[in-house]
């Protein structure tokens, strides 16, 4: 869809995914109001990179600030996530987790636009160079609040959501330390862990949560 609510096409991707469910009711944007809202992905507004793609800040003519998130084009793993965030995301609403405030569909474009979570990632807090210590306080209330996040995802969703990229890298925090989870293209709904057969555990090692590794060992030893 763009922002019209029209259908676009999926081009660039070989084997493209249905769009988002008709009950999705986040906003959409054209390409050009992100390319504006970022300066035009300036390196300036990079706050980070990974293998999916880039994230940028952005500013919506309204003012509000966002990060605009943009997927690696052509790639079959980017439109696997892309539509997992779309889906997945549209689900939950926690203090404790990121907000999706909308995406862009165009032609090979995938872009998905957050709130803005103004002090970076924990594992930038934790690492960086120069960076202050985190004192123990601030410490446990990082990791209440991400262990929130988890619970709500684990346990209080309907359905259960498995979220499998549990690190650093994943949790962003506010100015008052305040913790968000984030990320969610590795995320699996429970109903798809409970009768999907896999051969192999999807998402990064030492990071996924126990219930899913249980799960996919129990159906391995059946197999």
């Known amino acids: 869809m763009n922002s019209s609510g029209a259908s676009s096409n ?34 300036a ?14 500013v919506l003519p309204n003012g509000k600030e966002v990060a605009v998130k943009q997927l690696k084009a052509g790639s079959g793993q980017g439109e ?16 404790h987790l990121v907000s999706l405030i909308g995406y862009c569909i165009t ?51 309907q359905p259960k959501i498995i979220y499998r990229d549990i690190k650093a890298a994943n949790i962003l925090l506010d100015f008052n330390f305040e913790a968000k989870v984030a990320d969610f293209g590795l995320a699996k709904l429970t109903s798809d862990v409970n009768t999907h057969v896999s051969t192999r555990v999807m998402g990064t090692f030492g990071y996924l949560a126990p219930e899913y590794v249980a799960c996919f060992w129990e159906t391995y030893r059946k197999v």
Not at 15 to 24: A, D, E, Q, T, Y
Not at 45 to 58: A, D, I, K, P, T
Not at 145 to 152: E, H, N, P, T, V
């Open 10 to 43: 999926y081009s660039g991707f070989e084997n493209p995914l249905p769009p988002p469910s008709p009950g999705f009711t986040k906003s959409t944007f054209t390409y050009e109001e992100l390319v504006r809202a970022t300066d035009g992905f300036s390196n």
């Open 80 to 95: 696997r996530e892309f539509q997992a965030e779309v889906e997945i995301i549209s689900r939950v609403h926690h203090n």
């Open 107 to 157: 032609g090979s474009q995938r872009l998905l636009v957050y709130e803005f979570v103004p002090n970076n990632t924990l594992e930038v807090h934790l690492h960086e160079k120069r960076r202050p210590p985190l004192y123990w306080p601030i410490r446990l209330k990082i990791a209440l609040g991400s262990a929130k996040g988890l619970a709500y995802l684990h346990e209080d969703s």
């Open 45 to 58: 507004n990079l706050l980070r990179q990974g293998s999916f793609g880039y994230v940028h800040r952005g």
